[in-house]
């Protein structure tokens, strides 16, 4: 089955400060990789996503980029504020019939100091 | 905004006990999952329902689990006899069909303390 590994599982970062969150997967099926944010005590909410036929994209202030080759992919947030700490996962999604299943990473929590 | 919801957010049982964890899927969904997070740990797939059927699970999801769709709105997760292991955060999640996004929605989750 898929496997997805995340660093780091602990971020602390300045405000306005860039992050960079990475996730490595070893099922070269996976073909949809989202990317979920928790914020303490809520639900995991997608926030950007990328397929494999794609190598980036940007919505805003973050922007996620995939290595299929290498089988990795990032997240980046930009100019970081304290309303982006929470905890994000990463996921790859392997197609099963008519579904995803995604496999998510470890998470990595977030800190965005004033 | 529609959303998926739990219930009970905290349940504490006794070793050995039989759970039930409750899921009300977003109505015109058609994918739904159950997924678990151990304190600091990973959030691991355990199954995925579809047509009124499981579609997939995983090695964790073993005989003590069952899931159903009793009436057609509520998903349930059942834990026949829990060990002290299954302690965990469960999050249902709902997906909208095969032309989506694939995007997940997720509940607020279950968290279960067994003593």
């Known amino acids: 089955g898929e496997n997805v590994e995340q660093h780091p599982s602990t971020l602390s970062v300045q405000e306005g400060d860039s992050a960079v969150i990475k996730c490595t997967y070893s099922d070269s099926a996976s073909n949809y990789f989202p990317w979920y944010k928790q914020e303490l005590g809520k639900r995991p909410q997608l926030i950007i996503d990328?397929?494999?036929?794609?190598g980036e994209k940007k919505d805003q202030r973050i922007a996620v980029t995939l290595n299929k080759t290498a089988k990795h992919f990032s997240l980046h947030i930009t100019e970081t504020q304290p309303e982006d700490s929470a905890v994000y996962f990463c996921?790859?999604?392997?197609?099963?019939?008519?579904?995803?299943?995604?496999?998510f990473g470890r998470g990595t929590s977030l800190i965005v100091h004033p | 905004e529609p959303e998926v919801t739990q219930t009970p957010s905290h349940q504490v049982t006794q070793m050995g006990q039989e759970v039930i964890l409750r899921c009300v899927p977003i109505s015109n969904h058609l994918y739904f999952y159950w997924y678990r997070q151990i304190l600091g740990q990973k959030v691991e797939f355990l199954v995925s329902?579809?047509?009124?059927?499981?579609?997939?699970k995983s090695e964790i999801f073993d005989d003590q689990f069952s899931v159903e769709r009793p009436d057609g709105s509520n998903f349930t997760l059942k834990i026949r006899s829990t060990k002290l292991e299954d302690s965990a955060m469960y999050f249902c999640?709902?997906?909208?069909?095969?032309?989506?996004?694939?995007?997940?929605?997720f509940g607020e989750g279950s968290r279960l303390t067994v003593l």
């Open positions: 996921a790859a999604s392997w197609p099963s019939g008519g579904s995803y299943i995604p496999t």
């Open positions: 990328i397929r494999s036929n794609v």
């Open positions: 329902f579809y047509n009124n059927e499981i579609s997939e």
């Open positions: 999640a709902s997906r909208l069909g095969d032309r989506d996004t694939g995007e997940l929605f």
